[in-house]
């Protein structure tokens, strides 16, 4: 049984460019949550997805934008990006019903030029 | 809100010591309260939970006691091995199915040989 599996594994962008994350759930999951954990920091919530919605936001300006499709799989994509987004960010999945326990991806590690 | 305070790091302990690692959280509610571990070059592993008060979560040999008159969550482990050498975050979930993690910052620890 795969585990939570995020591409790509490392990303190099410049200021102003935009990109995107992918993330694939834990088999039976159907929630995912998107974490940034900058250096030294433990990881901050960026948002959660379940049935194709955002149900919750952390404190993320709007640049930071998802998705989940039909199979549960997600995306994160960051708009206009700054130096300050230069983090690893981890996917995390879940299943609605069974809330103490979150799994998380290997995470995508972002340096913003 | 809710937040969680972790003891600084990092730490370094010789393999076969005792090890505490202090977490303290602010919470309304009652919060449950998770250990992680992230070793290097992974992701993040739930290492222990607790959902209510008195609860001792254990696993691999650590164990931490819910505490709510003093809100604190602190890890142990009777004798650690070089292979505990990893990140170790305290986290909580307010009170709700799925909610969103809450990290404290992390702490390093490295057992010598």
């Known amino acids: 049984d795969a585990g939570v599996t995020q591409s790509p594994t490392h990303l190099i962008k410049t200021r102003g460019q935009q990109v995107t994350l992918r993330c694939s759930p834990k088999s039976g999951h159907d929630t995912v949550s998107w974490y940034q954990q900058a250096l030294g920091q433990g990881p901050q919530f960026i948002f959660q997805?379940?049935?194709?919605?955002?149900?919750q936001r952390g404190n993320f300006p709007d640049r930071f934008s998802g998705h989940q499709f039909p199979n549960y799989s997600s995306e994160l994509n960051v708009n206009a990006l700054l130096l300050g987004d230069s983090a690893l960010y981890l996917c995390?999945?879940?299943?609605?019903?069974?809330?103490?326990?979150?799994?998380f991806g290997p995470g995508t590690r972002l340096t913003v030029t | 809100g809710n937040s969680v305070t972790q003891m600084e790091g990092p730490v370094t302990l010789s393999e076969e010591a005792f090890l505490t690692i202090n977490c303290t959280y602010t919470a309304t509610g009652y919060p449950s309260l998770f250990w992680y571990v992230q070793y290097p070059g992974e992701g993040l592993q739930l290492l222990l939970k607790?959902?209510?008060?008195?609860d001792k979560g254990s696993n691999k040999g650590f164990e931490a006691t819910y505490r709510k008159e003093t809100t604190s969550f602190h890890l142990e482990k009777g004798s650690v091995q070089v292979s505990d050498s990893a990140v170790y975050f305290c986290?909580?979930?307010?009170?709700?199915?799925?909610?969103?993690?809450?990290f404290g910052k992390g702490i390093t620890l490295s057992v010598r040989p």
């Open positions: 997805y379940y049935e194709e919605e955002e149900r």
């Open positions: 607790a959902t209510k008060a008195d």
């Open positions: 986290a909580l979930t307010a009170t709700g199915a799925n909610s969103k993690l809450t």
């Open positions: 995390a999945s879940s299943l609605v019903g069974d809330s103490y326990e979150q799994y």
